[in-house]
């Protein structure tokens, strides 16, 4: 139980440092980082909860984030919709949900918490264009396509 709460401690402390330095404006944010590859994150936010489930999911997160370095961003978002009709962003309302925007191209939706570090390791992989080999697919976020609005940014997903 104390390496439990141990987890638990150090991931939250990460996950406040991620959100601080993930500032304040979405657009500015996602121009700056509109490189090939560059993975943007838009989480899904709600308030610090000292489950097991909110530490796993922090750690995957933060190791993900330190993983990546510089070729992530992590933004806080609390509102995404699509500007054409086929993309469905209910999953996203979900506690814990997750945008990724691969190189202002790629888009995919990962509705509640991730407890799969193999998701991480999908888009790593979507970013970098390598090849996904076949058992990584079960773990691959839900593909969008279509016009799709995050705040003040805006992103044609291909």
């Excluded at 970013?127 to 691959?140: G, K, R, V």
């Amino acid at each position: 139980m104390a390496r439990c709460k141990y987890r638990l401690q150090i991931s939250l402390a990460l996950i406040l440092t991620t959100y601080l330095s993930a500032g304040c404006s979405t657009t500015n944010t996602v121009e700056s980082n509109n490189k090939k590859g560059q993975i943007q994150l838009f989480l899904q936010d709600s308030p610090p909860n000292e489950s097991e489930l909110y530490a796993d999911w922090a750690a995957y997160l933060n190791d993900f984030k330190n993983t990546e370095g510089d070729n992530v961003s992590v933004t806080r978002a609390f509102h995404a919709s699509p500007a054409l009709d086929n993309i469905n962003l209910n999953g996203f309302q979900e506690k814990y949900s997750t945008l990724f925007v691969v190189s202002d191209r790629t888009c995919y939706l990962y509705s509640g918490p991730i407890l799969e570090p193999a998701i991480y390791d999908f888009i790593h992989r979507v970013s970098a264009q390598q090849e996904i080999p076949e058992f990584l697919n079960q773990f691959s976020p839900e593909a969008l396509k279509g016009r799709l609005t995050i705040g003040e940014y805006s992103v044609n997903c291909q």
